[in-house]
């Protein structure tokens, strides 16, 4: 099961934002995108989770296409993990997270719902936070409550194995290193799950230790996919990022300066 | 299979025993205060006489034809100002939105001084004088309500600064438009505007209020199971939609409800204003911030407070009456004030 793109296309003013590109999510793999600032990873992410419509190319969600999948139904495969805009009203975390659930509170699975909040908030670090006014959390804990927002929207009450994807744009951003390595242990977690899971990264060592694949942008193309080990070349980073890169064997490690 | 499962759960599953503890006590106080305004005011009744009475005494005809009719609808005109002052509040995801603020009723009670002052020309017998007039209110509203949507780009978050805006030259144009047809009008056009600024629900009759009534009650029953959905877009309207809410739709039916809901009831009274910005305010205050909990609960407080208000416009200068628009906009705009220091702070 997977997600396919296919010679996707975007233009902005007759400007090429993304070029050509295909890739294919797979269940069970962590795919991350790197590349520089304006490389078109975030406009790329938007157009698969169907924000944005692309100009040219096909998106293919388990073969069928993403423009013939309802609002809804897109919600129950894939949840997306973007920057986040302000919550005007004082909700609580707890409220805040319940909201991954469009239909939370059906009778029958209300007992295991609540036991999947205290899951998920317990495995995200935030079950302290539940009864506090998100309004009040730092910007990293609020990072962390949106991650397990997108983590209760991908829930089952049953052990159901349908096919479901994960966008997760910068989930790291704000974070502190302990929680930066804890969230992607949940996220290779939810990889063992059966889950399909795309990345967006600025650390390419972070990238490169919890990635199954590499899919390299730069101005709006794509460089190159693969093993982070194929990918990550002294080469092609130096060339792509500008910037002198020295790639270390073993252990393997990428340094600049 | 699990998604069919689980669509379309009741509206009760998301609120908490206290806020249903509160809409309870919101239900009670509505009836006492229904049955306190049908009995206080300048003609008081005594009731065990009436129901032992025959029916043609004064006393029945002062109740069922002049008292119960005006006092359902300051219940039914303060239910639709506090529902869609919450629901517009959720959808621009700002607590200053209001129906008057934005210009919504501006907008209405421009149309239906449109048709008091010029209706009687345009159309000789003014045969459809009483649907013609809510008509041009909820045109006029829903005008106002298309200007918005234009003006901030689809009611996006970085447009509500413009919202306001906008709300502030409607209303300016809305009262040259009154204005102007305060300075054409005769004498008797003239009555009939100044209770549309300042609003009143004095001469309600059964044959005006009923559709009122119904059409009031369809929306709202159509505007409420959304709650959960305007809650889902404070998270944003990118992620609402991730979440599976068609962003489109909902905006489409909380303008429209608004819309229609304002409309008649500025037809029907006039502007009132502050209601539909204080109300839930006071109910996010007693319970909490979810739309499940704020719609119904604004419904109910926006009846009960604007039956109050109406009764009190009615028993302070007796036997004369004070519109109750003033007594809104007396206790509103202090509050509103408050807001601002509030929302400053934080």
Redesign the interface.
Same mark, same amino acid.
């Given at each position: 099961m997977s997600v396919d793109i296919k010679n996707l296309s975007w233009e902005v003013d007759s400007k090429k934002i993304l070029d050509d590109i295909s890739l294919s999510i797979s269940s069970g793999e962590i795919i991350t995108i790197l590349g520089p600032n304006g490389a078109g990873k975030s406009s790329f992410l938007?157009i698969i /989770?169907? *924000?944005l419509k692309c100009t040219e190319g096909q998106i293919y969600f388990d073969q069928s296409n993403l423009n013939d999948i309802s609002?809804?139904?897109?919600?129950?495969i894939?949840?997306?993990m973007?920057q986040?805009?302000d919550?005007?009203?004082?909700?609580s975390t707890r409220?805040?997270i319940e909201?991954?659930w469009?239909?939370?509170?059906?009778?029958?699975y209300?007992e295991d719902f609540k036991k999947a909040i205290d899951q998920i908030s317990e495995e995200c670090s935030v079950k302290n936070l539940l009864e506090q006014s998100f309004n009040t959390l730092s910007g990293g804990e609020k990072r962390r409550v949106h991650f397990a927002r997108t983590l209760i929207?991908l829930w089952?009450?049953?052990g /159901?194995d *349908?096919p479901r994807y994960m966008f997760l744009d910068e989930p790291t951003a704000n974070l502190d290193i302990l929680h930066e390595q804890k969230m992607m242990k949940l996220i290779q977690k939810k990889r063992d799950e059966g889950l399909g899971i795309l990345l967006i990264l600025h650390d390419l060592n972070l990238a490169a230790k919890y990635s199954d694949q590499i899919a390299l942008f730069n101005d709006g193309k794509l460089v190159d996919k693969g093993l982070p080990k194929t990918v990550l070349k002294e080469d092609t980073l130096s060339a792509v990022y500008g910037l002198k890169m020295h790639v270390e064997k073993n252990p393997f490690r990428i340094n600049y300066y | 299979m699990?998604?069919s499962?689980?669509?379309?759960?009741a509206i009760l599953?998301?609120t908490n025993p206290l806020q249903i503890s509160i809409l309870f006590i919101f239900v009670l106080s509505l009836i006492v205060i229904f049955f306190s305004s049908i009995s206080l005011g300048s003609f008081s009744f005594a009731f065990q006489e009436l129901f032992n009475g025959g029916s043609e005494s004064l006393d029945s005809i002062v109740l069922f034809e002049i008292r119960i009719p005006r006092v359902l609808l300051a219940a039914f005109v303060g239910a639709s100002l506090g529902l869609s002052g919450a629901s517009l509040q959720g959808l621009f995801?700002?607590?200053l939105a209001d129906p008057g603020l934005i210009g919504v009723s501006a907008g209405a009670a421009l149309g239906a001084s449109l048709i008091i002052v010029l209706g009687s020309d345009l159309i000789p017998d003014f045969i459809f004088g009483t649907l013609v007039l809510p008509l041009s209110a909820i045109l006029g509203a829903s005008l106002v309500i298309s200007l918005l949507y234009i003006f901030t780009q689809g009611f996006g978050?970085q447009g509500i600064t413009y919202m306001l805006l906008v709300g502030i030259a409607v209303n300016a144009f809305a009262s040259v438009g009154i204005g102007i047809l305060t300075y054409i009008s005769t004498d008797s056009e003239l009555r009939g505007l100044t209770f549309w600024t300042m609003g009143s629900f004095g001469g309600s009759s059964w044959q005006l209020i009923i559709p009122a009534l119904l059409i009031i009650s369809m929306a709202m029953f159509w505007m409420i199971p959304s709650a959960?959905?305007l809650?889902?877009l404070?998270?944003?309207e990118?992620?609402a939609?991730?979440?599976?809410?068609?962003v489109k739709k909902l905006k489409f039916k909380v303008i429209i409800s608004s819309a229609i809901t304002v409309g008649i009831s500025v037809s029907l009274s006039g502007m009132i204003g502050f209601v539909g910005l204080v109300v839930p305010h006071l109910v996010?205050l007693l319970g909490g911030?979810?739309h499940s909990y704020l719609l119904p609960g604004s419904a109910l407080l926006g009846a009960s407070l604007m039956m109050a208000a109406d009764l009190l416009s009615r028993i302070l200068i007796q036997p004369a009456e004070l519109p109750v628009g003033l007594i809104t906009s007396a206790i509103g705009a202090p509050f509103f004030l408050w807001l601002i220091f509030r929302i400053r702070k934080a």
């Open positions: 938007k /989770s169907g *924000d609002i809804q139904d897109r919600s129950f894939r949840s997306v973007s986040s805009q919550v005007v009203y004082d909700f409220e805040i909201m991954g469009l239909d939370r509170g059906i009778s029958n209300s929207q089952r009450p049953s /159901s *349908d | 699990v998604r499962l689980l669509k379309d759960s599953q998301y995801r700002n607590p978050y959960r959905k809650d889902l404070q998270l944003g990118p992620e939609y991730r979440l599976g809410v068609d996010r911030v979810n």
